[in-house]
């Protein structure tokens, strides 16, 4: 209906997609065959069976499994083409994408394959679908900071190629504080900073990718509901949180949709977005998650376009770009 179509046409920007993420079972099973590799599961129906989460480390090992049969720059340039083929027809104008180097370069899989190849289906998205697509290289928490340390450098000669850099992988013991030190690095090399924080974790690690690491967008920060003067604090200064609905009832965030807090944190004047984090595994792309949340909440078009102009302003896309799509 009317709601429905609004919801597409609005031109909208995708700032939390894991590209790793966006592997359908279909492309697994293809490039599994296509580079020898041997997959635990019997069939594409066998291993989507498989995706019943019952929290974030739950879904990580599975989401690393799948990761497992990505090895050329063909496989990384057909997984980010495909992303971007659906992420058009959702609407999307901007996507920023998230990518993990070091669940591959720890398999050996070298830092340029992966890179090269998700820059040229940016590149190619441009060109051949009119969408304007960035890459944002996220660091592991569950690693060390000296492992995030050489990851940066190892990237360095492909500096031109990604815009920013992120965190993520297993939130709870793994806080903020303990990448100060490349975040800084990745400051003075003048990338755009970002964390998730605040998914299953406490609202003190969104003060600390805050203080600490000098986010300018924090990665869901549902969390951020339970203290009054976090919300006060990033309605004060628009940080924008990025929450992706249907990945929170997956990994069990929420119990269901209608019981999300999305509505509450924007009537509390926070800068919300909507997203997909990991798409293949939590049943939607963008607009998906726009149509189920909107329904489950009772959003109406007045909310649609400030969504949507919300992940416009949030990206780090030029202000003339900006301006276009506003
Ligand atoms: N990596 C991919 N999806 C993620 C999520 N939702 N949280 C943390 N790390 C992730
Ligand atoms: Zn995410």
């Known amino acids: 209906e009317r709601l429905g179509a609004l919801l597409r046409a ?34 594409v129906e066998a291993l989507r069976a498989a995706y019943a989460f019952s929290n974030l480390q739950s879904f990580l090992d599975i989401y690393y499994a799948g990761a497992s049969v990505l090895r050329t720059e063909q496989d990384f340039f057909d997984m980010a083409w495909a992303y971007l083929q659906r992420a058009a027809a959702d609407g999307v104008v901007r996507a920023e994408i998230f990518f993990d180097p070091q669940t591959h370069t720890a398999r050996g899989v070298p830092m340029g394959v992966v890179i090269e ?90 003060w600390g990718a805050l203080d600490a690491l000098h986010v300018e967008r924090i990665d869901h920060g549902v969390q951020a509901a339970q203290d009054a003067a976090l919300l006060a604090r990033l309605a004060r200064d628009r940080v924008p949180l990025t929450v992706c609905p249907l990945s929170n009832v997956r990994l069990r965030v929420f119990p269901d949709l209608a019981q999300h807090n999305l509505r509450a944190l924007l009537d509390a004047g926070l800068c919300v977005t909507i997203h997909s984090d990991d798409p293949a595994y939590f049943g939607g792309y963008l607009l998906d998650n726009y149509r189920l949340t909107f329904d489950a909440l009772g959003l109406d078009a007045g909310h649609a376009r400030l969504l949507a102009a919300n992940s416009i302003d949030a990206s780090f896309a030029a202000p003339t770009d900006k301006a276009r799509w506003r």
């Open 117 to 206: 190849g998700l820059h040229r289906a940016c590149v190619q998205a441009q060109s051949q679908l009119g969408v304007s697509a960035a890459l944002i290289l996220c660091f592991l928490r569950h690693l060390s900071e000296e492992d995030a340390l050489q990851t940066l450098e190892a990237a360095l000669p492909w500096r031109d190629r990604f815009i920013g850099v992120g965190l993520d992988s297993s939130e709870l013991g793994h806080p903020p504080e303990k990448f100060a030190r490349v975040f800084a690095r990745a400051a003075e090399l003048g990338l755009h900073r970002v964390a998730h924080a605040g998914e299953e974790g406490p609202p003190a690690y969104i």
């Open 10 to 43: 609005m031109p909208k920007a995708e700032l939390h997609i894991h590209v790793e993420g966006s592997l359908e079972p279909e492309l697994i099973f293809a490039l599994a065959e296509r580079n020898g590799v041997a997959l635990p599961y019997p069939s």
